[in-house]
């Protein structure tokens, strides 16, 4: 710990820090714009500027930037120093020069860091009479609306998108008085994380267009803590919610799951929630009139008629649907007769990784755990489409290394300016092994190409490697044998190693290789660690309790002895093949659905009730970490919307004691061992500050009244949430004592702005008070007895190319697809080959060809790929208009559908 003096007073403060984050961390004011906690200091702004002293007889003192001056033992600084406050009031003034008076009709008005830092510095009068400098806007696609007059030239955008995001379509442009950020002309910006841009800008320059499309005013947003739906991450956001519509998502800080980030499906694939496809009432099929409408009471009542054997009743859940939902639809049907919904591939893969993280000896990484290593493999998985937010903290980890030269020469890590000056372009080892290029190649030290099998036989090698115990793998080439003493040693001499795969490859040998390589590691490395990704928000949280999947539940209804079937939040023609799920349908007497949005699966059912979106429930997830986390509801919805669980309580009258959230969370902990420590999530309903509830709406909330003018000129009573400690008004508590859990939104005094972050963290870019939310529910076992299957070596076939599916983080996922922005950034579909495959094939690139996949055919266009292996086509995966194909398979491909 260091001692310094600010303002006569004496501090301890943690050693290696600037003055500027140890004055925020003491919960000092201190305006800034150029610093950003994630991004370090390069001292552009010169807002930050204080008085520095020798020592106690120094009565001089000299200007010095905060952000750029180390906290050194008995530094001795004045934030309130005349000179110093006049020197920052200046500094707000050059910025306004030219910036418009348009803060009524800025987009950012009322969350602007400009707007608080213009008034914590006092200035309040424009001197400035001339005309001022203005720019031409650029078009950025369907995320980001572009307004460069408001520009105070920081250079956060371009410090975030290229150094941080390492996006190359964005830059600054031109100098002096006409610097300009943007891209070099119109056109849509590509990085995957383009929309942190509108808060990590402290003006109005990059804003939500999406918001935009349904604007709000910031202040007038009620708002609740959440977790993204939309990969397997848990990434922690703030959705915000005006007149009964989903207006915007913004990033919630955990520092270990997302920190201060979110990807731009987290982001802007929200407005499914608003979608025409939502279902608002429970609807019942009538013949030729297709599906009606009903009342609850009916919906019910139909409920309990079209159940009435439930022996002969099985529940399908879903890993996309909350714990509470799956295990109330379990309890409902009974352990024996309950699905997970996954299909048995991806259900298998998750049971495997499962009992890795329980039985074996490494522990599951968290995204901070990634992004503090320093040396990364990753098998099989694209991450930067099946794991955005990952990729992100992989590009920070490779930087890791590189930075220790910038340390050993007594350069500070928050010294970004010098820190990169001294790295250049070094990157730390990070090697790709996957069947076609990614994203991360570009700050990869070495990858590789192969079919999956070839990809799991590489890490098994790598792992004997390691260490000799581990299964040697017979037939391998001397390039591939320097490829794997590259990884090992890299791997071995590191501090802080990573194994990353998943399952997006559908196979258990990659999943089975990744964790040798943790395992072997881990022998001479305690701090090694193992990072699985999974497909979606609850796959390891279903997986837990629930082992048997979709393939179960299909071969059961074949054998004619299911009557029913629940299906919850589950649209099984993503799962399975059509023909399967046809039979199974057909199989069925009665289909019940419960879901949000319509689908193929609904359009089956008998009877459709409708289940609540993430905005409009709340439930407990557990991501790829195993880090079990609660989201809550944001605002009531209208028609008879209500969560999954609720709809299984009201049907089943033993069911009835669950009266809220806790009394099911209460059950779950009871009946089911592995989820014993959920309640440490959140508080439950019944805690109270002073006697107060956490207000979900800001204290500048408007138009309670006004908006239900046309119905009443009276206010009624806020709405009773009896699953949380927060409140639907605008009364109630707020402040950074509230829990991490159940923060809101970040606000203080004199901080409106998303930087108000700070004023809840036990220290500038820290953990938040009390601790980061969710609680981790996995933990090593101990085990380390090596897998011992290595596959043999992949073998192309005459006729038959191996097909491996292809990602894309804006159409691979169900959810966000029906967001209309994100729907723009949806490629059509396509194939994938080796040019010499495509030669012998006697087709161009462009041509469609003709791909037949179990009796299936489709036409689609060809993409030349060198690096593809030879033997193997990549398809993508979950596209709308691709069908469902069972990975892995083999397919056969001609030209122009001929023989």
Not at 809 to 825: D, Q
Request: charged letters at 25%; aromatic letters at 8%; hydrophobic letters at 35%.
């Amino acid at each position: 710990m260091t001692k310094i003096i600010i303002d006569n007073k004496e501090y301890e403060v943690k050693d290696g820090k600037n003055l500027l984050e140890v004055a925020l961390s003491l919960g000092l004011d201190l305006p800034y714009f150029c610093w950003h906690p994630a991004l370090g200091s390069v001292g552009a702004c010169r807002q930050c500027a204080v008085k520095q002293f020798k020592d106690e007889n120094d009565k001089q003192g000299k200007i010095a930037m905060a952000c750029m001056t180390p906290a050194g033992e008995g530094t001795r600084i004045s934030i309130k120093d005349p000179e110093a406050v006049e020197f920052r009031a200046n500094v707000i003034e050059w910025l306004m020069v030219n910036h418009p008076h348009d803060c009524p009709i800025c987009d950012e008005g009322g969350e602007c860091h400009l707007q608080d830092m213009t008034v914590m510095t006092g200035h309040n009068y424009r001197r400035f009479r001339h005309r001022k400098r203005t720019f031409r806007n650029q078009y950025l696609g369907p995320f980001i609306n572009h307004e460069m007059n408001r520009c105070i030239t920081c250079y956060r955008c371009v410090r975030f998108y290229r150094d941080y995001a390492d996006g190359d379509d964005l830059n600054s442009f031109a100098a002096h008085n006409h610097v300009y950020f943007g891209r070099h002309e119109d056109g849509v910006l590509e990085n995957e994380f383009s929309g942190n841009l509108v808060e990590v800008c402290p003006t109005g320059v990059f804003t939500d267009k999406t918001l935009k499309q349904h604007y709000a005013r910031k202040w007038d947003l009620q708002t609740a803590p959440s977790v993204c739906q939309q990969c397997g991450l848990g990434c922690n956001t703030i959705p915000g919610e005006r007149y009964g519509s989903l207006r915007r998502i913004l990033n919630r800080y955990n520092g270990e799951v997302n920190g201060y980030f979110l990807c731009d499906r987290g982001r802007f694939g929200y407005e499914f929630v608003n979608s025409e496809q939502r279902i608002r009432h429970a609807m019942v099929e009538e013949g030729s009139n297709g599906q009606i409408q009903i009342t609850k009471d009916a919906a019910l009542n139909l409920f309990k008629t079209l159940i009435k054997d439930p022996a002969r009743a099985i529940g399908i859940g879903s890993p996309r649907a909350s714990l509470e939902g799956n295990y109330a639809l379990q309890r409902f049907v009974g352990a024996d007769k309950f699905f997970n919904g996954m299909s048995g591939t991806e259900s298998e893969l998750v049971q495997h990784i499962l009992k890795i993280l329980t039985k074996g000896s490494v522990p599951s990484a968290s995204l901070k755990q990634v992004k503090e290593s320093d040396a990364v493999l990753v098998l099989g998985e694209d991450l930067t489409n099946t794991a955005p937010m990952l990729a992100l903290a992989i590009r920070q980890a490779v930087r890791r290394q590189p930075t220790k030269t910038a340390i050993d020469m007594n350069i500070p890590e928050w010294h970004d300016a010098a820190v990169r000056e001294v790295v250049q372009q070094q990157k730390g080892p990070l090697f790709v092994a996957t069947p076609a290029p990614t994203k991360l190649d570009d700050v990869a030290r070495q990858t590789y190409r192969a079919a999956p099998d070839d990809i799991a036989r590489l890490g098994f090698a790598v792992a004997h490697e390691l260490k000799g115990e581990a299964p040697a793998v017979p037939n391998i080439s001397k390039e591939i044998k320097n490829l794997v003493e590259d990884i090992a040693d890299a791997l071995r001499t590191a501090e802080r190693p990573v194994v990353i795969a998943g399952t997006s490859l559908h196979s258990k040998a990659i999943v089975q290789a990744s964790a040798n390589v943790a395992w072997a590691l881990k022998d001479k490395n305690e701090q090694a660690k193992i990072c699985y990704t999974v497909p979606e928000c609850n796959s390891l949280g279903i997986g837990s309790f629930a082992e048997r999947s979709l393939d179960d539940a299909l071969q059961l209804a074949e054998s004619g002895n299911v009557k029913a079937a629940i299906i919850l939040e589950n649209d099984l023609y993503r799962r399975a093949p059509q023909e399967k799920i046809d039979r199974f349908f057909d199989a069925i007497e009665h289909i019940i659905a419960v879901d949000h949005l319509q689908n193929p699966t609904t359009q089956r059912a008998e009877l459709v009730l409708p289940a609540s979106t993430f905005a409009e429930g709340a439930g407990t997830l557990v991501n790829n970490e195993g880090r079990a986390q609660r989201f809550f509801r944001v605002y009531v919805p209208e028609g008879g919307v209500q969560e999954s669980w609720r709809w299984i309580r009201d049907a089943h009258t033993e069911n009835g004691k669950w009266e809220n959230l806790d009394k099911l969370t209460e059950e779950i902990i009871s009946n089911l061992s592995v989820f014993k420590k959920i309640k440490e999530t959140a508080p439950d309903a019944r805690y109270r500050i002073s006697g107060q509830k956490i207000a979900r709406q800001e204290h500048r909330y408007s138009g309670r009244t006004a908006m239900r003018a046309n119905k009443t000129v009276y206010e009624p009573a806020p709405p009773d949430d009896p699953d949380s400690p927060l409140a639907h008004s605008m009364e109630g508590y707020r402040g950074s004592e509230v829990p991490a859990a159940t923060v809101p939104y970040f606000w203080a005094p004199a901080w409106n702005s998303v930087q108000a972050t700070n004023k809840y963290q036990s220290e500038v870019g820290g953990p938040l008070r009390g601790g980061d939310p969710g609680i981790r529910l996995i933990e090593p076992g101990g085990n380390k007895k090596f897998f011992t299957e290595i596959p043999p070596e992949f073998k192309s076939r005459e006729g038959d190319w191996l097909v491996v599916p292809l990602y894309h983080i804006f159409g691979s996922e169900e959810l966000s697809v029906v967001s209309t922005a994100l729907a723009k950034r949806i490629p059509e579909p396509y194939l994938v080959l080796n040019p010499e495959d495509v030669r012998r094939l006697n087709i161009e690139s462009g041509d469609e060809a003709e791909i037949e996949i179990n009796g299936q055919t489709e036409m689609l266009p060809l993409i030349l790929e060198e690096a593809v292996p030879r033997g193997v086509v990549g398809l993508p995966c979950g596209l709308p208009e691709m069908k469902h194909v069972e990975f892995p398979t083999w397919a056969g491909i001609t030209k122009g559908g001929q023989k």
